[in-house]
T-cell receptor
Framework: NAGVTQTPKFQVLKTGQSMTLQCAQD?????MSWYRQDPGMGLRLIHYSVGAGITDQGEVPNGYNVSRSTTEDFPLRLLSAAPSQTSVYFC???????????????FGEGSRLTVL | AQTVTQSQPEMSVQEAETVTLSCTYDTSESDYYLFWYKQPPSRQMILVIRQEAYKQQNATENRFSVNFQKAAKSFSLKISDSQLGDAAMYFCAYRSAPWETSGSRLTFGEGTQLTVNP
């Protein structure tokens, strides 16, 4: 029972490099999202998706791209990494079909990204 | 837009004692969910307790309970009989109830780091 799987768990990049954080869920959840966690700021929403082919921006979308070609996968792309993107990233999923319907999010284990 | 505020960056408690973590939020909505998530050093986000805004009764889960004051927009977490394993970062979070408008979007507070002293 994998739940939400994120890879890689740790990554070091140089400024200007690109990379993709992978996120996959096996619960057939229609809703998925990406958050970043920074000290003293809690978790902030980067991008989210309400279903395959549909994505939208969250609170802090600049510097990140997403796509959702399947229900299971929701990758987060950094096109040109900057030191300000050093953070811990979480992928999460949820579903309106879960019973009882509590609005709970299911989180991946997080990915620590350092940009030098 | 909704906001969530946790005014206690750090708290400490003696083992077996009780501690209360504070959370306030701002919203114009009447239907929503509130959550407390625990994040131990492993970084995993663990749901501790949840409250539906339409329910007047405060949620409880074993040693964890909440004091939900809807009019005051307050949602505090009480941990009774604190254990060493309760040491973690705790996040308060808000979610709009309608799935069409909220999906998997939560608004989080800044977090409270709880230390449990033996």
């Amino acid at each position: 029972n994998a739940g939400v799987t994120q890879t890689p768990k740790f990554q070091v990049l140089k400024t200007g490099q690109s990379m993709t954080l992978q996120c996959a869920q096996d619960m057939n959840h229609e809703y998925m999202s990406w958050y970043r966690q920074d000290p003293g700021m809690g978790l902030r929403l980067i991008h989210y998706s309400v279903g395959a082919g549909i994505t939208d921006q969250g609170e802090v979308p600049n510097g990140y791209n997403v796509s959702r070609s399947t229900t299971e996968d929701f990758p987060l792309r950094l096109l040109s990494a900057a030191p300000s993107q050093t953070s811990v990233y979480f992928c999460a999923s949820s579903s309106s079909a879960v019973r009882p319907n509590t609005g709970e999010l299911f989180f991946g284990e997080g990915s620590r990204l350092t940009v030098l | 837009a909704q906001t969530v505020t946790q005014s206690q960056p750090e708290m400490s408690v003696q083992e077996a004692e009780t501690v209360t973590l504070s959370c306030t939020y701002d919203t114009s909505e009447s239907d929503y969910y509130l959550f407390w998530y625990k994040q131990p050093p492993s970084r995993q986000m663990i749901l501790v307790i949840r409250q539906e805004a339409y329910k007047q009764q405060n949620a409880t889960e074993n040693r964890f309970s909440v004091n939900f004051q809807k009019a005051a927009k307050s949602f505090s977490l009480k941990i009774s009989d604190s254990q060493l394993g309760d040491a973690a970062m705790y996040f308060c979070a808000y979610r709009s109830a309608p799935w069409e408008t909220s999906g998997s979007r939560l608004t989080f507070g800044e977090g409270t780091q709880l230390t449990v002293n033996p």
